[in-house]
């Protein structure tokens, strides 16, 4: 049985991961393979969606994150406002971008140019944590800063 065509015939417009293909095909093709084996590929199988899952949470997560700020800033626009600040959430869990862009203020005109929620990279702490703010500040940038980014903005009236 092909398990591949099925999963594609059940949902249609989904693609299979090469490394999933690779492992059914193992399932699939060798007769020698015991059945303790294809319990392991199968369980190998199911935790890769599991994490491939999450994954596309947190990038949904950011879209919505990114539309959220936009709105903020576009509504901020509207009412004259000129600036707006990034907001970290301080505990355990803050990573050093989001440290580094804690406190940063960005100017609202120009921001909403920087491309589409969806085609803006992440900043990586690399490029930024030698800046000086001003040269951040024309970065332009705006959360959610990466996948699980808790950073939020406020505009400054």
Partial sequence: MDHIQAFLE???GKTVHPEIERLV????TNPRMRDTDRVTLIERIVK????????LELMDDVRIGRAWTDIAIGM???????????VAEFDERICLVCLKLHGQ?????????EGEAEER???????ISGLAPEKISMMKLRPPYHPGCR???VVLW
């Fill in 25 to 28: 095909k193992i399932v699939e």
């Fill in 121 to 127: 990279p992440f900043p990586e702490y690399e490029n």
């Fill in 48 to 55: 890769f969606y599991e994490k491939y899952d999450k994954m």
């Fill in 151 to 153: 950073c939020n903005i």
């Fill in 10 to 12: 059940k949902f249609p």
């Fill in 105 to 113: 203020i960005f100017p609202i005109e120009g921001a909403l140019e």
């Fill in 76 to 86: 901020g626009k509207e009412n004259g406002i000129k600036e707006y600040m990034s």
